[in-house]
């Protein structure tokens, strides 16, 4: 079955601008999560969406970072005013959110950041 | 000092090898461990899922973990050069929907 997608695979923008990052779960997965992963390092957690909770935003390094979630579906991150510090792979996860299960995430390829 | 260290690497063995990665982490609430495997410029993949101390083995990898001492290791047999890939653990207090926290990962290079 198709697993998690990500969109655009690359983005190059200049400093300043805004840019908008897509992921699409695994279908029938309730948890999803951002991470961003700067060169040569681990992953770091960005925001967490489970169902119709409110998303853990524990994560977002800034007010510049904010992210959407369609209910069960689709979801965006955006970052505004970006800045070159921005520049990192942006990683999606899912996960069934069923009970023994939430850690089993489901990782897409990531959004290659570029900030010039 | 990060929660989750893990040596960097690059590791470098010849095919057939007996290959140990390792993690250690500062906060003992950490019930359960992962290691994922990331091949360049792909998301990462879960390989091991274990919850609390001892063994867990899935054919050529078997995962360790040492609560006592907060250490994790995941072993790999007769490695092969498909297996040249970064090696990240991950760990989770609970299985309720926190985030996970990773180490940096290992880089390993498998030789022909």
């Known amino acids: 079955g198709a697993g998690v997608s990500q969109s655009p695979s690359n983005k190059v923008t200049e400093k300043g601008k805004d840019v908008e990052l897509r992921c699409d779960p695994i279908s029938g997965h309730t948890a999803l999560y951002w991470y961003r992963q700067r060169l040569g390092q681990g992953l770091e957690f960005l925001i967490y969406f489970q169902g119709n909770s409110a998303p853990d935003k524990s994560g977002l390094p800034s007010d510049r970072f904010s992210a959407e979630r369609t209910g069960e579906s689709v979801s965006t991150l955006t970052i505004q005013r970006t800045q070159q510090e921005d520049s990192a792979v942006y990683l999606c996860?899912?996960?069934?959110?069923?009970?023994?299960?939430?850690?089993?995430?489901?990782f897409g390829p990531g959004t290659r950041l570029t900030v010039l | 000092q990060k929660e989750v260290e893990q040596d960097p690497g690059p590791l470098s063995v010849p095919e057939g090898a007996i290959v140990s990665l390792n993690c250690t982490y500062s906060?003992?609430?950490?019930?359960?461990f992962m290691w994922y495997r990331q091949y360049s410029r792909k998301g990462p993949e879960l390989l091991m899922y274990?919850?609390?101390?001892g063994n867990k083995e899935d054919g050529r990898f078997t995962a360790q973990v040492d609560k006592s001492s907060k250490y994790i290791s995941l072993f790999i047999r007769d490695s092969q050069p498909s297996d040249s890939a970064t090696y990240l653990c991950a760990m989770s207090p609970n299985n309720a929907g926190n985030m996970l926290t990773f180490g940096g990962g290992t880089r390993l290079m498998v030789k022909p």
């Open positions: 274990t919850y609390s101390s």
């Open positions: 996860a899912s996960s069934p959110g069923l009970a023994a299960s939430y850690n089993e995430q489901f």
């Open positions: 906060n003992s609430a950490f019930q359960y």
